[in-house]
């Protein structure tokens, strides 16, 4: 079964051809429309202009949406994840943070570690660690951590 990270890749890829499809589905509209009603193609120079411009830049605005999606997703949910880790008790395991499904809650001394996807025994997640405190990423051999931005880390946790 898909993860909730997963699925919300998916569903801004269904968004971004949905968008795409809608608006040449459109195009196909106004074309059918001026071939019915003046029985010829008509298109001004502006018109084709624009065609031209604004799918590729929709297209790549899709591709950097999907390419960021996490980096969104966190800054969306920062203070939903902040107040997690302020108030450990406030949270609790299997439950939507935010924009994250977090399976796991582990708070350590100077880390919190949100498990957002496990695979057989393998962890993924992301960690916020206190500011000059990165010594507790390394919980074992086994773990690989990237910095994200500011005191935030992505993690994964082999077995």
């Known amino acids: 079964m898909y993860s909730y990270d997963s699925l919300a890749i998916i569903f801004i890829c269904l968004i971004g051809c949905l968008i795409v499809g809608v608006y040449w589905l459109l195009q196909i509209v106004i074309m059918l429309g001026y071939f019915l009603y003046k029985h010829k193609l008509q298109y001004s120079q502006v018109k084709t202009l624009i065609k031209i411009t604004v799918v590729p830049i929709l ?77 507790c990423l390394n919980r074992g051999y086994s773990d690989i951590t990237e910095k994200i931005y500011g005191n935030w880390w992505e993690y994964a946790h082999y077995n």
């Open 59 to 135: 297209v790549f605005c899709y591709i950097l949406l999907a390419v960021y999606t996490d980096i969104i997703r966190l800054r969306l949910s920062e203070p939903a994840l902040m107040n997690c880790v302020n108030s450990p008790n406030l949270c609790q395991n299997d439950t939507i943070i935010g924009w994250f499904y977090v399976q796991f809650i582990h708070q350590g001394e100077d880390c919190t570690f949100f498990t957002t996807d496990t695979w057989v025994f393998n962890e993924f997640g992301l960690v916020y660690v206190t500011p000059g405190k990165e010594d």
